[in-house]
C-alpha cells in the first residue's frame, strides 16, 4: 500500500468521523475551566470518607486517639475540597450549555458539601449497624476487625450508602460512579436510589443486584447472587422505557433471602419472611412466609 493511499484513506476516515451529524448523539461539549467527574478522585473521595468514619480501619491505620480529632479535620477538609470539585463538575455536566450560571452552580457545589458532611455522624451510625449485622449473623466472623478487613459487604455498603446521600442531596452521575465502582470491586451492585433500612448485610455478595427502585427495611439478609429486580418495564408511545416508575421489590424488615434467589416487580415480601435458593418469585409473600424449591420424586431426603 503506497504511502498517498494510506494518506488519502486516512484523510477520509477523519473527515467521516469529523461529521457534525455522525456525532452529535455521542458528543458533550466541554465546559471551559471544568473538568468531566474523575472516578480516579471519586476513588480517593470514597477512601477518604471511610477513613473518617472508621478511622484505623482505612486510610492512615496508625491513627491514635490523641490525635484524632487533628486526622479527622484534616481528612475532612480535603474532603470537602475534593467533593466540591467533582460535585460542580458533575453539576456542570448536567447543565445546559447555553444558559450555564458558573456562580449558581458554585453555590449550589458548596451547599451540597456542607450538608454531605454534615450528614456524616449519621452516616457512620447507620453504617454501625451494618458492621453488626455482619458481624453477628456470620458465624466465620471471629471478630469486628475481620469485617472491616476481609468483608466485601462493607465495602460495597459504605460506598452504596455515600452514593445514596449524594443523591438524595441532588447530585448528578457521581452516585451512580460510585455504586459501579464498588461494583466493579466487589461484584456487588447496589444502585444508590435504593432505599435500604439499618442493619443490612450481604453474606459472600458475588453477583448480588438491587435495583433503583428497591426498598429494604431494618435486618435485611442477602447471599451470594441475589436480584431484587424489574419484571418488565411499561413503554411510552414511542416504545421507550417510562423512566423512575416503582418496579423493584420491597422488602420488609427481618427478611432473609438466600443463595441465587430471583424477586422481580414492584411485589411486597412480608416481615419475617424467608426466600430459599434458586427460587423466582413474582408475587407477595405474606408475613412469616417461606419460599423453597418444591421437592421432586427424583429429590427425596435421604
Request: glycine share 8%; net charge negative; with cysteine.
Amino acid at each position: 500500500m503506497s504511502q498517498k493511499y494510506t494518506e488519502e484513506v486516512f484523510l477520509k476516515v477523519v473527515d467521516e468521523l469529523s461529521d457534525y451529524d455522525s456525532f452529535k448523539d455521542v458528543y458533550h461539549q466541554h465546559v471551559p475551566g471544568v473538568s468531566f467527574p474523575s472516578n480516579e478522585r471519586l476513588k480517593e473521595i470514597v477512601n477518604l470518607t471511610r477513613s473518617i468514619l472508621f478511622p484505623g480501619y482505612f486510610g492512615n491505620s496508625e491513627v491514635e486517639m490523641i490525635t484524632i480529632k487533628y486526622h479527622i479535620g484534616c481528612q475532612l477538609e480535603k474532603l470537602s475540597n475534593l467533593l466540591y470539585v467533582q460535585v460542580l463538575a458533575g453539576l456542570c455536566f448536567d447543565a445546559d450549555n447555553e444558559s450555564i450560571d458558573m456562580c449558581k452552580l458554585k453555590a449550589k457545589s458548596q451547599q451540597i458539601v456542607n450538608d454531605f458532611v454534615c450528614e456524616l455522624p449519621k452516616l457512620r451510625e447507620l453504617l454501625i449497624t451494618d458492621v453488626e449485622a455482619a458481624y453477628i449473623g456470620d458465624p466465620a466472623a471471629k471478630s469486628r476487625a475481620e469485617i472491616f478487613l476481609c468483608y466485601p459487604a462493607v465495602r460495597t455498603i459504605s460506598s452504596y450508602r455515600i452514593a445514596h446521600q449524594l443523591l438524595v442531596l441532588g447530585v448528578p452521575y457521581i452516585p451512580r460512579m460510585i455504586s459501579e465502582m464498588a461494583h466493579s470491586e466487589t461484584g456487588i451492585d447496589i444502585h444508590p436510589g435504593a432505599k435500604i433500612g439499618s442493619y443490612f448485610t450481604i453474606d459472600h455478595g458475588t453477583g448480588v443486584v438491587v435495583g433503583e427502585t428497591a426498598i429494604l427495611g431494618n435486618h435485611v439478609k442477602l447471599y451470594q447472587g441475589v436480584t431484587l429486580g424489574a419484571k418488565s418495564f411499561q413503554l411510552d408511545e414511542n416504545g421507550n422505557p417510562i423512566k423512575d416508575l416503582p418496579r423493584h421489590p420491597i422488602i420488609k424488615d427481618n427478611v432473609v433471602v438466600y443463595a441465587n434467589a430471583t424477586i422481580l416487580g414492584r411485589i411486597t415480601i412480608g416481615e419475617g419472611a424467608v426466600i430459599g435458593g434458586n427460587v423466582w418469585v413474582t408475587h407477595d409473600v405474606l408475613d412469616g412466609g417461606k419460599v423453597v424449591q418444591q421437592k421432586t420424586a427424583e429429590n427425596k431426603p435421604i
